[in-house]
Nanobody
């Protein structure tokens, strides 16, 4: 079975930085798009950033210029570098990936989330 595990969350002051990591494990044949989402209390889960297998990126308007998504295909990992953090960035951050196991089609997988808290 394929599993995604996030790490790197924590408490940081406004203006600070954090780097989130997500590791995919299991019988992985191929990974297509990967991304980061977040969910604040009482709100819907929203897209933060995505990156294709070829390295093309997209960002939510609220994080563009502050966050950077990257991936290491050899390690089956995706990262989110978060700079100039704001209190409104406080949320649980989730890793997502479209993964194909051997003899199976692509499907979406989700991590369990990591808490990011930004104090004013």
């Amino acid at each position: 079975q394929v599993q995604l595990v996030e790490s790197g969350g924590g408490l940081v002051q406004a203006g600070g930085s954090l780097r989130l990591s997500c590791a995919a494990s299991g019988r992985i044949a191929s990974i297509n798009d990967m991304g980061w989402y977040r969910q604040a209390p009482g709100k819907q889960r929203e897209l933060v950033a995505t990156i294709t297998s070829g390295g093309s990126t997209n960002y939510a308007d609220s994080v563009r210029g502050r966050f950077t998504i990257s991936r290491d295909n050899a390690k089956n990992m995706v990262y989110l570098q978060m700079n100039s953090l704001k209190p409104e960035d406080t949320a649980v951050y989730y890793c997502q990936a479209s993964i194909r196991e051997r003899f199976y089609t692509f499907r979406d997988y989700w991590g369990q989330g990591t808490q990011v808290t930004v104090s004013s």
